[in-house]
């Protein structure tokens, strides 16, 4: 009776454990997959994009002085007379071998720098002067390219040099000079005006 009794705990053991092991073997439902009848599948990458590198503005260029020329009042006879021509260089780095427009997917083929929007250009174009205390009146300052056009900073007619985009860096000449608008008295002149490198 003893081993009678042996036997069938050992069997209801031996049924237990396997029990718990088909317990552990089974899918958890929580997880919330659902089989389908498929035996094979294919993963899809989507949404991915290359983004076009840009040149930027070379270091001395980010924040550059140009110090203007002192000139007399006297050298103005009549409106639209210029004096003080001072040349200077605006420098972009690290310029892609290719540029293509990102929503567009035209190639650009130069680069040149394009003068925005700011509220020191005039009317015509030109930088009025914003110093303060004693300012100059009477005059405004020009930009040029580096063939001596004028450029018009409304719409930047006349904004060359542009080079092409191939090679890393890249120097762009320019000439600022003083411009009279009518009686010309002495006194400070500063001005100022942001850019950007653009593609054409």
Same mark, same amino acid.
């Given at each position: 009776m003893k081993k009678s009794l042996l036997v069938l705990a050992v069997a209801m053991l031996s049924t237990s454990a396997f029990a718990d092991d088909t317990l552990i073997e089974t899918e958890d439902p929580t997880l919330g997959i659902t089989a389908s009848t498929a035996t094979s599948g294919m993963v899809k990458f989507t949404d991915g994009r290359i983004i076009q590198s840009t040149c930027k503005i070379a270091t001395d260029s980010v924040n550059k002085v140009v110090q203007l020329k002192s000139v007399q009042s006297n050298e103005f006879k009549t409106v639209g007379d210029v004096a003080g021509s001072v040349e200077f260089v605006l420098k972009v780095a690290d310029c892609p071998n290719t540029y293509v427009d990102g929503e567009t997917g035209e190639k650009k083929t130069k680069l040149g720098i394009k003068f925005t929007s700011s509220s020191n250009i005039t009317a015509d174009g030109r930088l009025k002067n914003i110093a303060t205390g004693v300012a100059a009146e009477g005059v405004e300052l020009q930009l040029l390219n580096s063939g001596n056009g004028v450029?018009?900073? %409304?719409?930047? #007619? %006349?904004?060359?040099? @542009?080079?092409?985009?191939?090679? &890393?860096?890249?120097?762009?000449?320019? @000439? *600022?000079?003083? @411009?009279? #608008?009518?009686?010309?008295? *002495?006194? &400070?002149?500063?001005?100022?005006?942001?850019?950007?490198?653009?593609?054409?």
């Open positions: 450029i018009n900073l %409304n719409d930047n #007619t %006349n904004n060359d040099p @542009v080079q092409p985009i191939g090679g &890393k860096n890249h120097i762009l000449n320019y @000439v *600022a000079r003083y @411009v009279s #608008t009518g009686n010309v008295y *002495a006194g &400070k002149f500063e001005t100022n005006v942001p850019f950007t490198v653009q593609y054409k």
